[in-house]
């Protein structure tokens, strides 16, 4: 049997040559330090927020490139800033976060409130997505995503409770609850009603400083908080009594900053002022069974499961890593589990692909191998926030497809010509936010973006 302790001994080893990444647009404008940036699930648009106060929402469209040969099969992301939301908050917006529907933002404050926020419908008129006769044009926001005069978003809520500064606020992968944290210790869970009503669900104290982050599971309704405390926590729902912690994960040495989940649901990755990224594996009741140990989180219709550390992530940053992602990598590799990215205060942001093991039952931890690296990727400044752009937005949308369209439950909007659209290309874009104010978008140096000539 792999044990866990052995498994922790695997790191991510770099590649024989390291490439850099392609730098695909810098969106300035914040006069503070950018803090964190997410990118709407169902419309192109990206959000960040910053110490200045504002939320700044960009919109993108796909243009297709040029050469001398005439024009190009491929297809290029243009930013335009579309809006700036003056959030009224009283200090710095510390994280933003969308619903699964792309309807509601979250903006979490050191004020220690969290403002929730829903789009103004049809202002103008004027809410349909560009787009050429066939469909294959560029997404984007009516006016070609350029700033509106009229504001799109307004506050319809204030969520309060938290005695101090608010770190970070999720939605479940259902969007019916939501999380925040504080400095205050706790994790708050909210649930998500009709007419922007939030109710508190419970208010968990299972921290004993700071909690940093909040993140939710692809799949389940599992919530994962990381804290100064160096723990992360993982809490459920008892439909019988309350939400709960079920486990708690250490190892790491100093303040857990940042955690991801794979796409896949079986890894979440941990990023720490000790320099470390960590990797934890979820096994399943059978898979418990298999190896020997006894799963945690076990109730009535429930089986249960342990999450054990696999590997170490080090070497690869020689300051904290403030922040990492995971995202869906479309090659077709054997055991592919996506593309990890890790960025921060050495102002580094590192990309590695994650590669389960050809045995993977008995061979617990996967392989990690770092793919790209950027140095200064924000000049001087330390990077605070990678993401890596969502699968469930595609570059192709029909040229009559309205903004509400893409918003509503169901499937994912067809083009014109009837054909589904991939994901691939939105899928090798990762957006940065850094202290210098900026927000920048990369690409790896073997996506089309990178190769495609204008």
């Known amino acids: 049997m792999t044990t866990a302790a052995t498994a922790t001994g695997a790191e991510g080893a770099p590649a024989a040559s390291t490439a850099s990444l392609h730098l695909l647009a810098d969106l300035e404008g914040h006069s503070s ?34 050469s001398a040969d005439g024009p190009s099969t491929s297809k290029q992301p243009t930013f335009n800033l579309r809006e700036v939301i003056p959030t009224g908050h009283q200090r710095t917006v510390r994280q933003v976060a969308w619903s699964p529907d792309g309807k509601i933002l979250a903006t979490a404050s050191f004020d220690s409130t969290v403002g929730i926020w829903e789009r103004i419908q049809d202002i103008d008129g004027t809410t349909e997505i560009d787009g050429d006769a066939n469909g294959a044009g560029p997404l984007a926001l009516s006016n070609g995503g350029a700033h509106v005069d009229e504001p799109e978003w ?3 809520g204030t969520l309060e409770g938290h005695e101090s500064e608010c770190k970070s606020v999720a939605f479940s992968h259902t969007g019916g609850v939501l999380a925040s944290c504080s400095r205050d210790k706790s994790v708050w869970i909210w649930e998500v009603q009709p007419d922007a009503e939030f109710e508190c669900l419970s208010v968990l104290m299972e921290h004993s400083q700071d909690v940093k982050v909040v993140a939710w599971h692809p799949m389940d309704e599992v919530l994962a908080s990381a804290s100064y405390d160096d723990a992360i926590k993982l809490y459920i729902d008892d439909p019988s009594d309350d939400w709960f912690c079920y486990t708690s994960l250490t190892g790491h040495e100093s303040t857990v900053w940042s955690l991801a989940f794979s796409p896949c649901g079986n890894y979440l990755a941990s990023a720490s002022d000790d320099l470390t990224v960590r990797i934890w594996r979820r096994l399943n009741a059978d898979e418990c069974e298999t190896h020997g140990v006894k799963p945690e989180g076990k109730m009535a219709g429930r089986k249960g499961e342990k999450w054990i550390p696999v590997n170490v992530l080090k070497g690869h940053h020689d300051r904290t890593v403030y922040s990492v992602s995971w995202g869906i990598d479309t090659s077709t590799r054997p055991g592919n589990l996506g593309r990890l990215a890790s960025g921060g205060g050495d102002g580094r942001i590192c990309v590695y692909e994650v590669t389960a093991s050809e045995d993977d039952s008995k061979q617990l931890f996967p392989d990690v191998q770092l793919v790209a690296k950027m140095e200064r990727a924000h000049g001087s400044a330390d990077v605070n926030c990678v993401s890596w752009a969502p699968a469930s937005l595609n570059e192709r949308v029909g040229a ?15 083009s014109r010509d009837g054909k589904g659209v991939s994901h691939e290309s939105m899928s090798d874009m990762l957006a940065s936010a850094g202290d210098d104010g900026s927000i920048k978008v990369w690409t790896l140096a073997s996506s089309p973006y990178a190769t495609a000539k204008k």
């Open 400 to 414: 009559t497809a309205k903004i509400e369209e893409l918003m509503e439950d169901g499937e994912t909007p067809k």
């Open 33 to 66: 330090r950018a803090w964190h940036l997410a990118w709407n699930p169902r419309m192109p648009v990206l959000a960040s927020c910053s110490g200045d106060k504002d939320v700044r929402l960009h919109a993108y469209s796909f243009v297709s490139t040029t």
């Open 154 to 156: 307004d506050c319809v």
